[in-house]
């Protein structure tokens, strides 16, 4: 992942926690519940895997570490045989790598493994660059772009972070969306 506050460290395999209010922003334009079985493959310590849960949906989760909670270990960029079709969804704040690479290569795989709707919480110009339109511009499962308006706290005690980011979402196979994927803003309040 790209941030790096000055006074942090560079955090081991890329652990920066996403804050409840930021999966609430998208659950509420891409509701889950009861009947949604869901895959997180970079749970980390299940900061996301826990709202999906609150919200009724089953939650599997993967990581390459293990943290402070239970997952079942799978490094998503090496694995290439994963039994991945029983789930609806995936969602997670992925690793983003030196230049974003390993970020690129994490929405590949969801896309290649889930036929449902995938979810990645990425930097807020992820979608800019002629490298990444396979995912974007000609992609007709790419649905929705969520701008989130505030900024995430990464850190205990950061209260300035230094980039913006958002959700990117695609559809279930085979998709029609190519060119018209929706622009939403969003935040960390409801909005009135
Ligand atoms: C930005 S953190 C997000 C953690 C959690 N999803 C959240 O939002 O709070 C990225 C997570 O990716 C995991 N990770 C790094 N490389 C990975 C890989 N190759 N396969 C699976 N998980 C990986 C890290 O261990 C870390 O938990």
Redesign the pocket.
């Known amino acids: ?1 790209t941030v790096v506050a000055s006074n942090y460290a560079r955090k081991e ?6 804050e409840p209010w930021a999966t609430e922003a998208l659950l509420r334009h891409f509701p889950v519940g009861v009947g949604s079985f869901i895959w ?10 826990d709202v999906l849960r609150k919200h009724g949906a089953s939650v599997f989760t ?4 293990t ?1 402070d909670r239970q997952n079942a270990q ?5 694995s290439g045989e994963l039994e991945t079709g029983m789930f609806n969804a995936l969602i ?5 790598g030196k230049g974003n690479r ?1 970020a690129v290569r994490f929405a590949e795989l969801a896309l290649e493994r889930c036929d449902g709707w995938v979810a990645l ?1 990425l930097t807020a110009k992820f979608d800019f660059g002629k490298t990444r339109q396979h995912l974007f511009r000609d992609n007709p499962r790419y649905a929705a772009k969520i701008a989130l308006v505030d900024r995430i706290q990464w850190f205990p005690g950061d209260t300035s972070g230094t980039e913006d980011h958002a959700w990117y979402v695609w559809g279930p196979v085979p998709g029609n969306c190519c060119g018209s994927a929706r622009m939403i803003y969003e935040g960390r309040e409801v909005p009135a």
């Open positions: 992942m395999n890329d652990l920066y926690q996403t997180e493959p970079a749970a980390g310590n299940h900061m996301i895997a993967s990581d390459i570490a943290y799978i490094d998503f960029l090496l997670t704040n992925p690793p983003y390993q919480l």
